[in-house]
T-cell receptor, first 115, second 112 residues
Framework: DAKTTQPTSMDCAEGRAANLPCNHS???????VYWYRQIHSQGPQYIIH???NNETNEMASLIITEDRKSSTLILPHATLRDTAVYYC????????????????FGPGTRLSVLP | NAGVTQTPKFQVLKTGQSMTLQCAQD?????MSWYRQDPGMGLRLIHY???????DQGEVPNGYNVSRSTTEDFPLRLLSAAPSQTSVYFC???????????FGPGTRLTVT
C-alpha cells in the first residue's frame, strides 16, 4: 500500500514557483520524506529529503507541516526542463531491518511546465 | 565515476527465452536493487541486495532471479520470459538505506 497521496497532474508557468503537495497522514516518527523525479523515460533522480525541519538545496525546498502529515516540494523558478513526474516517498532511515520494503514509488505527480 | 550502468538498453525476447539484465556500479555502494516500471505506473521493487552474497525479494519477485557475487554487479535473470514481463527495468544503488538511491538509465524489454 502506498503511504503517500499526490495529485495526478499539475501545470506551472515557466519562471514561477511550482508547489507540489504530498499527503502522508500515516507517517511514523522514524520515517523520512523523500522526493524524486523522473524526466521522460530516464531513471529517477533524487531531489531532496527531510524528517521534520524544512530543507533546502540547490534544486528545491521541502516544507513539512508541524504534524508531519503532509509536505510540499517547491521548485522556486520552474523551467521547461523541470517537466517530469515527481514522486513523494516516505521511508525509514535506519540501516538494517526491512530495507527492501521501504522504498515505494507510487504513480507520482506529472508536472508540466508551460512556456 | 560512471555511476550506475545497465546493459542492454533495449531487448526483444520471445516467450520462453531467457536472458540476463546487467547492472554495475562503481561507487562502492552496498545496497542495490531492481525495479520495473510499467506504462503510466510508478516503480515496483523486484529484488534487492544489502551486500555481496545477500539478496532478498521485493514486491514483485516472481519470474526473476538475482545474485550478488561482487559489490559492483547485480544481474537480474529472467529464466523463461513472459509477455507480462514487458516493462522498463531500472537498477539502483545507494551507500546505505539512509541515503538517496542512484538509478541507472534503464533497460526497455519487450517480450513477444
Amino acid at each position: 500500500d502506498a503511504k503517500t497521496t499526490q495529485p495526478t497532474s499539475m501545470d506551472c508557468a515557466e519562471g514561477r514557483a511550482a508547489n507540489l503537495p504530498c499527503n502522508h497522514s500515516t507517517i511514523s516518527g522514524n520515517e523520512y520524506v523523500y522526493w524524486y523525479r523522473q524526466i521522460h523515460s530516464q531513471g529517477p533522480q533524487y531531489i531532496i529529503h527531510g524528517l521534520k525541519n524544512n530543507e533546502t538545496n540547490e534544486m528545491a525546498s521541502l516544507i513539512i507541516t508541524e504534524d508531519r502529515k503532509s509536505s510540499t516540494l517547491i521548485l522556486p523558478h520552474a523551467t521547461l526542463r523541470d517537466t517530469a513526474v515527481y514522486y513523494c516517498i516516505v521511508r525509514v532511515s535506519e540501516s538494517g531491518g526491512n530495507y527492501g520494503q521501504n522504498f515505494v514509488f507510487g504513480p507520482g505527480t506529472r508536472l508540466s511546465v508551460l512556456p | 565515476n560512471a555511476g550506475v550502468t545497465q546493459t542492454p538498453k533495449f531487448q526483444v525476447l520471445k516467450t520462453g527465452q531467457s536472458m540476463t539484465l546487467q547492472c554495475a556500479q562503481d561507487m562502492n555502494h552496498e545496497y542495490m536493487s531492481w525495479y520495473r516500471q510499467d506504462p503510466g505506473m510508478g516503480l515496483r521493487l523486484i529484488h534487492y541486495s544489502v551486500g555481496a552474497g545477500i539478496t532478498d525479494q521485493g514486491e514483485v519477485p516472481n519470474g526473476y532471479n538475482v545474485s550478488r557475487s561482487t559489490t559492483e554487479d547485480f544481474p537480474l535473470r529472467l529464466l523463461s520470459a513472459a509477455p507480462s514481463q514487458t516493462s522498463v527495468y531500472f537498477c539502483a544503488s545507494s551507500p546505505s538505506p539512509s541515503n538517496e538511491q542512484y538509478f541507472g538509465p534503464g533497460t526497455r524489454l519487450t517480450v513477444t
